[in-house]
Nanobody, 121 residues
């Protein structure tokens, strides 16, 4: 059973910080790109940040540039999102995403169950 499990969400005041983590487990051969998406009520899911397989390339939504930092630990199969200077508009359910190559079966895109981030004003 391959799964992505997120942790670290919660309630924080505007200007505060949170760190999200996501760990992949199961019969995984390798992990390509990993990323974080978010979905606010009534809105479409959007990319927040992504990181390449080697960690050498990152990509951020304009709305979070300079405030959020994505990182990964390939040995631990984890991806993290450090979120600083949080704003009420960052409130959303945050989802971990990864493209996995499995030991058996076809490769594919996997999602975590989501973790709620709420920023109060």
């Amino acid at each position: 059973q391959v799964q992505l499990v997120e942790s670290g969400g919660g309630l924080v005041q505007a200007g505060g910080s949170l760190k999200l983590s996501c760990t992949a487990s199961g019969s995984i051969f390798s992990i390509n790109d990993m990323g974080w998406y978010r979905q606010a009520p009534g809105k479409q899911r959007e990319l927040v940040a992504s990181i390449s397989a080697t960690g050498g390339s990152t990509n951020y939504a304009d709305s979070v540039k300079g405030r959020f930092t994505i990182s990964r630990d390939s040995a631990k199969k984890t991806v993290s999102l450090q979120m600083n200077s949080l704003k009420p508009e960052d409130t959303a359910v945050y989802y971990c995403n990864a493209y996995l190559r499995l030991q058996k079966g076809p490769p594919g895109e996997y999602w975590g169950q989501g973790t709620q981030v709420t920023v109060s004003s």
